[in-house]
């Protein structure tokens, strides 16, 4: 799992650095990608846990994941489609779709306990470097001041999936599950 996390926080740096470095970051298409496809990698992991887990604590988690995450991907879809933006597939989106497949593949395999583990421990890596990418690329890389905006307004929930994403670890942890 560590390994995938450190592919995870790797493709998501990736974002500030090559290809990108040469010419100051992905383009506002390529942004739109990046946002709609790290979306779809949290709510496809929040369905798959939501149809796995016994935890309580992992469903109520999972189903706000796929809620929150559905929530931003209809606001940049509405959001690119005003601007008649067509999100443009990069390395730094195809690298997301790539790390969320394999996690998914992963989090198939486990059952009970481990599954809810390393469900979690994702999503806080996960949640991590999404902030990371926000912060240092997106954010500051987006030349529409729309599409500026809306990163800046989600934001916060990312903050606070990462804040219960942390929590659920912890409880996990004190349980021994």
Known sequence: MKFIHAVLATTLACASISPYAQNAG???????????????????AGKLAESKTKSKDVKAFAQ?????????????TDLVRKLNLTPEDNPTSQS????????????RTLSEASFDRSYIDHEVAYHESV????????IPGA????????????????VAHLEHARHVQSELGKSGA
């Open 26 to 44: 992905p383009t506002d298409p390529q942004i739109a990608a990046i946002v709609v496809t790290a979306n779809q990698v949290d709510i496809d």
């Open 64 to 76: 706000q994941m796929v809620t929150d995450h559905s929530g931003v991907n209809k606001a940049a």
């Open 96 to 107: 997301l779709k790539q790390g969320g497949d394999a996690n998914l593949m992963k989090l």
């Open 131 to 138: 902030l990371d990418a926000l912060d240092k690329t997106l």
């Open 143 to 158: 030349k529409n001041e729309e599409l500026k905006a809306l990163l800046v307004k989600v934001r916060p929930a990312f």
